[in-house]
């Protein structure tokens, strides 16, 4: 009997369903065995850059390093990207979508305090003062898993749909040859500006992040909105310096400023809609004055602006400079407000969210949680703007550690518990593979 068109249609998408469920759970098996006999490769390379650390636009070692080991497996690498950056493409041998991984390399201007055989001594020089230099924030780990993850699909190239591109990122947190002033840019943003993400433009992007505080091995996600934006907020309040004795001869900055701190904690109690999502302005540093009995001619203050929406965003900046130059006008002094837009909210595409949780169920063997939103920021966001993205969080704290208790990103005694690093390179090898076959399938 002939089969009609509907009917050979039907059993053409259940063919192509089933073999794609096979296609599927070989490649996750592929992955989950070459993820463990790279374990000791894994952990060698992030004891290497964790004992090497390179502060924002000087990861020159790391950089070698990385483009050492993506030449060694054959890919087109390309370096000197937002100045130490690194890009890789691995190029399948069958026809697919594009999907882009990130990793970021630098540290921080921390001095570490754990009794590691690896642990860093190194020194570095940040806005021209020399530091001890950390990686406190796990962008070793980050190298390390990307260059695992680039290894297993390297090894699938055969079978491969498609194409996969590395971004080994500088400057995540921030330049530390110079201070951010709105022009000149750095990381993600740079990468972007130099065209990394239009040849070839990748269908999506994904990237982690290790956290403090999440046991060990466990995969935090949430859709939508998950990092903040960070902007830099800088105050100049001048006044008119005279003795201390007599106030009534001069201008007085430091009231003015002092006026000013509680003034801005009315911008998101009074003044936000903090309903959908939280907001924060803090001031961190106040600087003003020479000697006990004079009252100086300024003060100057720098803090931070937070927010995980675009239009909240731009409230906050609108109602800091109107309350900032105000109090200080009602006070006969003058106030010079500069916001610094740094870094965009993250947002974690929803729908890409959706389709990839069961990727992450099976890299972290379903543990998986929703996340917190925590504060920080990330430049991923830029990455995020121009395609769909997805950005998780893996945890490193041992779990039979108090979670609550562990030492925070950042911090000089953070910890990252090694185990957990397999588990990182199974989230983005199986992010990659499960997409590209996903939309291959789909015809994307």
């Known amino acids: 009997m002939q089969l009609t068109r509907i009917a050979q249609a039907v059993l053409l998408t259940l063919f192509a369903s089933h073999a794609g469920a096979?296609?599927?759970?070989?490649?996750?098996?592929?992955?989950?065995?070459?993820?463990?006999?790279?374990?000791?490769?894994?952990?060698?390379?992030?004891?290497?850059?964790?004992?090497?650390?390179?502060?924002?636009?000087?990861?020159?070692?790391?950089?070698?390093?990385?483009?050492?080991?993506?030449?060694?497996?054959?890919?087109?690498?390309?370096?000197?990207?937002?100045?130490?950056?690194?890009?890789?493409?691995?190029?399948?041998?069958?026809?697919?979508?594009?999907?882009?991984?990130?990793?970021?390399?630098?540290?921080?201007?921390?001095?570490?305090?754990?009794?590691?055989?690896?642990?860093?001594?190194?020194?570095g020089t940040y806005l021209g003062k020399e530091v001890d230099v950390m990686h406190a924030c796990g962008h070793d780990a980050h190298t390390a898993i990307l260059l695992s993850t680039a290894k297993i699909l390297t090894g699938m190239r055969d079978t491969l749909p498609g194409t996969v591109v590395f971004y080994f990122q500088p400057a995540e947190e921030g330049p530390s040859d110079f201070i951010p002033d709105g022009k000149n840019t750095w990381g993600a943003k740079m990468m972007v500006e130099e065209g990394v993400m239009k040849s070839p433009k990748p269908d999506a992007v994904f990237g982690l992040h290790v956290w403090a505080g999440v046991p060990a091995g466990?995969?935090?996600?949430?859709?939508?909105?998950?990092?903040?934006?960070?902007?830099?907020?800088?105050?100049?309040?001048?006044?008119?310096?005279?003795?201390?004795?007599?106030?009534?001869?001069?201008?007085?900055?430091?009231t003015v400023g002092a006026q000013t701190i509680v003034g801005l904690q009315t911008v998101v109690s009074r003044r936000t809609d903090i309903s959908s999502y939280p907001s924060v302005v803090s001031i961190g540093t106040i600087n003003g004055g020479t000697r006990y009995n004079i009252i100086p001619e300024s003060v100057d203050m720098t803090g931070t602006i937070r927010s995980y929406d675009y239009g909240i965003r731009q409230k906050l900046h609108a109602d800091v400079r109107q309350t900032v130059e105000k109090i200080a006008e009602s006070g006969g002094a003058k106030a010079d407000v500069t916001i610094?837009?740094?870094?965009?909210?993250?947002?974690?595409?929803p729908a890409l969210t959706e389709k990839m949780l069961p990727t992450l169920k099976w890299a972290a063997k379903d543990d998986v949680v929703n996340a917190p939103l925590v504060g920080g920021a990330e430049d991923f966001s830029f990455f995020a703007k121009e395609v769909p993205g997805l950005f998780v969080f893996l945890g490193v704290t041992p779990r039979d550690q108090d979670m609550s208790k562990a030492a925070p990103n950042h911090n000089p005694g953070f910890f990252v518990d090694e185990s957990a690093l397999v588990v990182g390179v199974r989230t983005l090898a199986s992010l990659a593979t499960d997409y590209l076959y996903a939309n291959t399938r789909a015809g994307k």
């Open 22 to 123: 096979a296609t599927l759970e070989s490649t996750r098996t592929q992955i989950a065995e070459q993820a463990q006999q790279l374990e000791p490769e894994l952990l060698e390379t992030r004891r290497d850059i964790h004992a090497h650390p390179e502060l924002g636009n000087t990861e020159k070692r790391t950089a070698e390093l990385v483009a050492k080991q993506l030449k060694a497996m054959g890919l087109e690498v390309k370096t000197g990207v937002a100045r130490t950056g690194v890009v890789a493409v691995l190029k399948g041998a069958l026809p697919g979508p594009t999907v882009a991984l990130r990793a970021d390399m630098d540290a921080l201007p921390v001095m570490e305090v754990a009794d590691l055989p690896f642990a860093s001594k190194a020194k």
């Open 218 to 254: 466990q995969i935090a996600y949430r859709p939508g909105a998950t990092l903040a934006s960070s902007d830099d907020l800088r105050i100049k309040i001048l006044g008119k310096q005279t003795h201390a004795g007599r106030p009534w001869d001069g201008i007085d900055p430091i």
């Open 340 to 349: 610094i837009e740094k870094y965009d909210p993250t947002i974690n595409n």
